[in-house]
Structures are given as structure tokens and as C-alpha cells.
């Protein structure tokens, strides 16, 4: 770059990865793991904050405009060791003013008490991954809770003071008709979240469903859902914004949006990945050690890997990126 031409580093947030998860579902591709009896809690934010000590390189001075907590199911930790980890991450790093906090939650693992307790920590907005109400639906994506536990999850989360919060909805589902999917969807916006994450169901590589696919909707019907679901949507006052994301006026994701502008992101945790902008407009690509055990061995390096991005990729970056955008 030249002195009349800087290069501008891009905002700044963070992903912390949590990979333990209650019972691992059969179309999850995800790095997450079946939690054993007791959470290692203490040692893996010992190892988040070492972790991110290492990359405090890349800061280049700036604040943290939103941090997202995935999994696996975060909310398997204690407030108390999410709170150890944000004053920990404020510390080396800072928050800019108004910063979003996102954690991912699922319905089996909602107390009252936890909730308001991840809330006066300064989380600020719940992902709660619901993915349908109907049991039998519920059953075939090896989901741990039922229709009513989704609900009391979103009544919970509001009284524990989210006044924003996602819910994670999918269809294409086994055995789905278009009636099962619009009554999931119409369930759904009875709660009010302030965001919806509305995916079709893929079969991916290293999953159960890969290997043991189960009968989905024809083409045809998968079509009709789609139609007829983002009209339902559109007349509830939520506005497609990506791919698969819908939100009412002024609430899109933070976060999400600065995957898809392209901004940078750090991640800490098992398996998390990284997109890292330097001033002199180098920018590299990130990903940590993805086996827990590995990610808390003191004789193993926290990073696996590092791809630099050469200048002829860029285009191609920033577009597979920000077509995501609609």
C-alpha cells in the first residue's frame, strides 16, 4: 500500500468455539463432541485465554464489536466460567460501545437462574437451536428435548431479560409435508425472537444421515416450503437479509453480517477458524488444534494451521462471502 492509498483494517470480532454438546445429532458436521460426566470448565478457559494471548498480534488496536459463543452447546457451561472468560477477553482485548455478545443455547439445557445469570454477564443475545417442534421430527434429528421444552426455552429466555434472541429452525426434514413445515414455522413466530435462522436440512460428509440418509421431501415439495414459507415470513415483518436469515428491522446479526462483509474474526477454541487482516493488507486465514483433548494438551500448539490469502484470491474471497448477502 502506499502512503496515499492506506489499507483500513476491517472491524474485529470474536468466535469461541465450545465443543461439547449432550449427544451428538446424526446430520451434525460440526466439531462437537458427546460431553463425558464432568465439563473440563476451568481448564478450557485457562486454554481460551491462552490461546488468545498468542493471537493478540493481530489486534492492531482495535475493540471487539461482537463476540459469538458455538458449539457444540455453550450453554453447557456455567455462568461463572463465561464470566471468568469475558473479563479475561476484555482484558487483552477490549469491547467497543455497544458490543454484541451472542451465545448458542439449546432447549434441554435452559435453567431460569443460569439464564439471567449469562445475562448480567453482559451477554446480550441467544441463538436457541430449536430446529422443529413436532416429536416426531424432534426424534428423527436426534434432538434431547420436545415441542414444549422449545417453547418454555423462548418464554425463558425473555424473562431472563433476551429481548434478543434467535431461534434456529429447520425444514426439508424427514417425513415433512408442506403442512408440517409451515405449522413448525407459524409455532415459531408465535414466540416473537427478534431473528430466525430458517435452514433446509443437508445431508453432509462425517455425519450418521451420510451414511444412513433418511427419506426427505421430494424436490417439488422442499420448493413449495421454501415459497410459501419466506411469504409467511415476509407478512410477519421479517426481512431476509442471507441466505437462510431473516430479521425484524434493525436486528440482523451482528456477528453474522461481519463474516459476510468480510471483516476480520478471531477464534479461540477447539477447532475454530480465523480471518486476520494486517496493516499492510496482508490477510491470512487461521485454525486451531480441532480434537479437545489435543486443544487442552500443554504440549500441543492451540494453532494447526495458517493460509495466507494471495492477492489474485481476494476477488474470489470477498465474493463467496458477501453473495451470501440477498
Same mark, same amino acid.
Given at each position: *500500500?502506499?502512503?496515499?492509498? !492506506?489499507?483500513?483494517?476491517?472491524?474485529? @470480532?470474536?468466535?469461541?468455539?465450545?465443543?461439547?454438546? &449432550?449427544?451428538?445429532?446424526? %446430520?451434525?458436521?460440526?466439531? +462437537?463432541?458427546? @460431553?463425558?460426566?464432568?465439563? !473440563?470448565?476451568?481448564? %478450557?478457559?485457562?486454554?481460551?485465554?491462552?490461546?488468545?494471548?498468542? =493471537?493478540?498480534?493481530?489486534?492492531?488496536?482495535?475493540?471487539?464489536?461482537?463476540?459469538?459463543?458455538?458449539?457444540?452447546? !455453550?450453554?453447557?457451561?456455567?455462568?461463572?466460567?463465561?464470566?471468568?472468560?469475558?473479563?479475561?477477553?476484555?482484558?487483552?482485548?477490549?469491547?467497543? =460501545?455497544?458490543?454484541?455478545?451472542?451465545?448458542?443455547? #439449546?432447549?434441554?439445557?435452559?435453567?431460569?437462574?443460569?439464564?439471567?445469570? %449469562?445475562?448480567?454477564?453482559?451477554? #446480550?443475545?441467544?441463538?436457541?437451536?430449536?430446529?422443529?417442534? $413436532?416429536?416426531?421430527?424432534?426424534?428423527?434429528?436426534?434432538?434431547?428435548? =420436545?415441542?414444549?421444552?422449545?417453547?418454555?426455552?423462548?418464554?425463558?429466555?425473555? $424473562?431472563?431479560?433476551?429481548?434478543?434472541?434467535?431461534?434456529?429452525? *429447520?425444514?426439508?426434514? !424427514?417425513?415433512?409435508?408442506?403442512?408440517?413445515?409451515?405449522?413448525?414455522?407459524?409455532?415459531?413466530?408465535?414466540?416473537?425472537?427478534?431473528?430466525? +435462522? /430458517?435452514?433446509?436440512?443437508?445431508?453432509?460428509?462425517?455425519?450418521?444421515? /451420510?451414511?444412513?440418509?433418511?427419506?426427505?421431501?421430494?424436490? =417439488?415439495?422442499? /420448493?413449495?416450503? $421454501?415459497?410459501?414459507?419466506?411469504?409467511?415470513?415476509?407478512?410477519?415483518?421479517?426481512?431476509?437479509?442471507?441466505? +437462510?436469515?431473516?430479521?425484524?428491522?434493525?436486528?440482523?446479526?451482528?456477528? #453474522?453480517?461481519?463474516? /459476510?462483509?468480510?471483516?476480520?474474526?478471531?477464534?479461540?477454541?477447539?477447532?475454530?477458524?480465523?480471518?486476520?487482516?494486517?496493516?499492510?493488507?496482508?490477510?491470512?486465514?487461521?485454525?486451531?488444534?480441532?480434537?479437545?483433548?489435543? %486443544?487442552?494438551?500443554?504440549?500441543?500448539?492451540?494453532?494447526?494451521?495458517?493460509?495466507?490469502?494471495?492477492? @489474485?484470491?481476494?476477488?474470489?474471497?470477498?465474493? *463467496?462471502?458477501?453473495?451470501?448477502? &440477498?
Amino acid at each position: *500500500m502506499t502512503q496515499a492509498t !492506506p489499507f483500513q483494517l476491517p472491524p474485529l @470480532a470474536l468466535y469461541v468455539h465450545i465443543p461439547w454438546c &449432550v449427544r451428538k445429532c446424526p %446430520y451434525c458436521d460440526f466439531n +462437537s463432541h458427546a @460431553a463425558g460426566p464432568e465439563l !473440563p470448565e476451568e481448564a %478450557y478457559v485457562d486454554a481460551l485465554l491462552a490461546d488468545l494471548e498468542q =493471537d493478540l498480534r493481530h489486534v492492531h488496536g482495535r475493540r471487539l464489536g461482537s463476540i459469538f459463543f458455538g458449539g457444540g452447546t !455453550p450453554s453447557l457451561f456455567s455462568a461463572k466460567a463465561l464470566g471468568r472468560l469475558l473479563e479475561g477477553v476484555e482484558r487483552r482485548v477490549g469491547f467497543a =460501545d455497544g458490543i454484541e455478545i451472542t451465545l448458542e443455547a #439449546n432447549p434441554g439445557t435452559f435453567e431460569q437462574v443460569k439464564f439471567a445469570d %449469562y445475562r448480567r454477564l453482559g451477554i #446480550n443475545r441467544l441463538s436457541i437451536g430449536v430446529q422443529s417442534f $413436532q416429536a416426531d421430527k424432534l426424534q428423527a434429528l436426534g434432538r434431547i428435548h =420436545d415441542g414444549a421444552e422449545a417453547v418454555r426455552a423462548a418464554d425463558m429466555a425473555r $424473562q431472563a431479560g433476551f429481548d434478543n434472541f434467535n431461534l434456529d429452525l *429447520m425444514h426439508g426434514l !424427514p417425513g415433512q409435508s408442506l403442512d408440517d413445515a409451515l405449522a413448525d414455522l407459524r409455532q415459531a413466530l408465535a414466540l416473537a425472537p427478534t431473528h430466525l +435462522s /430458517w435452514y433446509q436440512l443437508t445431508m453432509e460428509p462425517n455425519t450418521v444421515f /451420510w451414511s444412513q440418509p433418511p427419506e426427505l421431501p421430494e424436490d =417439488d415439495i422442499l /420448493w413449495d416450503i $421454501q415459497e410459501a414459507g419466506q411469504a409467511l415470513l415476509d407478512e410477519h415483518g421479517y426481512r431476509q437479509y442471507e441466505t +437462510s436469515a431473516y430479521a425484524r428491522d434493525g436486528l440482523r446479526a451482528r456477528h #453474522n453480517l461481519n463474516y /459476510w462483509s468480510f471483516g476480520d474474526f478471531l477464534g479461540i477454541g477447539a477447532g475454530a477458524h480465523a480471518k486476520l487482516s494486517a496493516p499492510d493488507g496482508r490477510i491470512v486465514r487461521t485454525w486451531k488444534t480441532r480434537l479437545p483433548k489435543d %486443544y487442552l494438551n500443554p504440549q500441543k500448539a492451540f494453532q494447526a494451521g495458517e493460509r495466507p490469502l494471495e492477492a @489474485a484470491d481476494l476477488p474470489f474471497e470477498f465474493m *463467496m462471502n458477501v453473495l451470501r448477502l &440477498v
